[in-house]
C-alpha cells in the first residue's frame, strides 16, 4: 500500500472530513495523555501499599478519589480562565 497520497486530488469535502478525523485523533490523544498524568500523579501520591489484594484500602480509596477530585477542578478552572482571556482578546 502507497503511502504517500496526493492530498491535492481530495474532493473539499474529503479534506474538511481528514481535517475533522485529525483534530478527534489529536483530542483523544490529549486525553490519554491528561488521564496517563492523572493517573500517576495520584498513584504516587496515594497508593502507599502493595495492592495484592485488587483492591484499595479506604485511606488510599479516599485519597486518589479526592485526588482525581481536585485535579479535575483544577483542570476546569485551567480552561474557564482561558476561556475568558480569549473572550477578552476578541474585544
Do not use: P, Y
Not at 11 to 35: C, H, P, R
Request: charged letters at 30%; one cysteine or more.
Amino acid at each position: 500500500m502507497d503511502s504517500n497520497i496526493d492530498l491535492s486530488k481530495l474532493t473539499e469535502n474529503d479534506k474538511k472530513e481528514l481535517q475533522q478525523f485529525i483534530v478527534q485523533e489529536q483530542q483523544q490523544s490529549m486525553i490519554a495523555k491528561t488521564i496517563s498524568n492523572l493517573t500517576d500523579i495520584c498513584w504516587k501520591k496515594c497508593i502507599t501499599s502493595r495492592v495484592s489484594a485488587g483492591k484499595l484500602d479506604k485511606s488510599e480509596e479516599a485519597c486518589a478519589s479526592n485526588c482525581v477530585d481536585r485535579f479535575m477542578d483544577t483542570q476546569m478552572t485551567i480552561l474557564k480562565h482561558l476561556e475568558e482571556l480569549r473572550g477578552e482578546g476578541s474585544m
